[in-house]
């Protein structure tokens, strides 16, 4: 009879046991390394360092700033170079101020900066209030992950839109009175004389008056410095109501 050999036994490690990999294990540790690799790319791209309010601001003031410089030395375009018509959007004095005293310089200079402030002014007001413009970059744009910090852009629009509205409403307010001042500080008259209308809405200069010839009916200019006159059509007085009732 022969004799049967004892069965081996193997021993098994239990740390080896524990370790063994399995579908979920496998599932498990690729979902990790999938998300530490997102993590690291998150933290590797550099965070925006412009705010979105200050890069408004500071393009809001350059823009308005060469706005009005431009009205003071380059002039570029000019009303007088466009057409409404059967003459032309206006005449910009091209060189120096209108002759008469300071009242009357002040005038000129206001009405230049607020002319051109308003321009600027009124497509600044329209971008803070496009509800589209603060979707698109308050979204996961890549403006905004990359290029400027959009996480407050709603209450910076609200700020900006504000501080330039009262902005506007002061520079308005002087733009259409400041043709004043030479009757409050320097005994200039103030003479109103309607132009002939044109379609669309323009009104056309009236004849002008000079001092040879200071005929009634006439206009004396803007700022007449031979007959100390402030001349004024009827779209200066009408602005002078709409905008201070509506303001």
């Known amino acids: 009879m022969t004799k049967q050999e004892p069965p081996t036994f193997f021993a098994v490690d239990a740390e080896s046991v524990s370790t063994c ?20 790319e998150k933290l590797s791209s550099s965070p925006p360092l412009v705010t979105y309010e200050l890069f408004m601001w500071v393009t809001f ?22 057409s409404i018509g059967s003459g032309s959007a206006g005449n910009d004095r091209m060189e120096g101020f209108k002759p008469g005293p300071w009242s009357v310089v002040l005038y000129d200079v206001l ?4 002319g051109r402030y308003s321009i600027i002014c009124y497509n600044f007001l329209l971008l803070t209030r ?3 413009l603060e979707n698109f970059l308050h979204g996961d744009s890549f403006i905004a992950r990359h290029v400027l910090d959009c996480s407050d852009i709603v209450n910076a629009n609200i700020r900006s839109h504000t501080i330039n509205g009262i902005g506007l409403c002061i520079l308005t307010l002087l733009h259409v009175w400041s043709i004043l001042f030479p009757c409050l500080f320097h005994g200039y008259s103030a003479k109103v004389v309607p132009g002939t ?16 010839d200071p005929m009634d009916g006439c206009w004396p200019g803007d700022a007449n410095v031979d007959l100390k006159q402030m001349g004024l059509q009827a779209d200066d007085v009408f602005r002078m109501v709409e905008m201070t009732l509506s303001l």
């Open 130 to 132: 496009l509800e589209s």
């Open 61 to 82: 003031v350059t823009v308005a700033l060469l706005a009005t410089i431009d009205r003071f030395i380059w002039n570029v375009w000019p009303r007088q170079t466009y």
């Open 197 to 212: 209308f044109e379609w669309p809405l323009s009104e056309r200069t009236p004849k002008r008056c000079t001092e040879e």
């Open 111 to 114: 009405a230049r900066i607020s």
């Open 21 to 40: 990999p399995t579908t979920t294990d496998s599932t498990s540790t690729s979902n990790y390394k999938k998300k530490k690799k997102q993590h690291n």
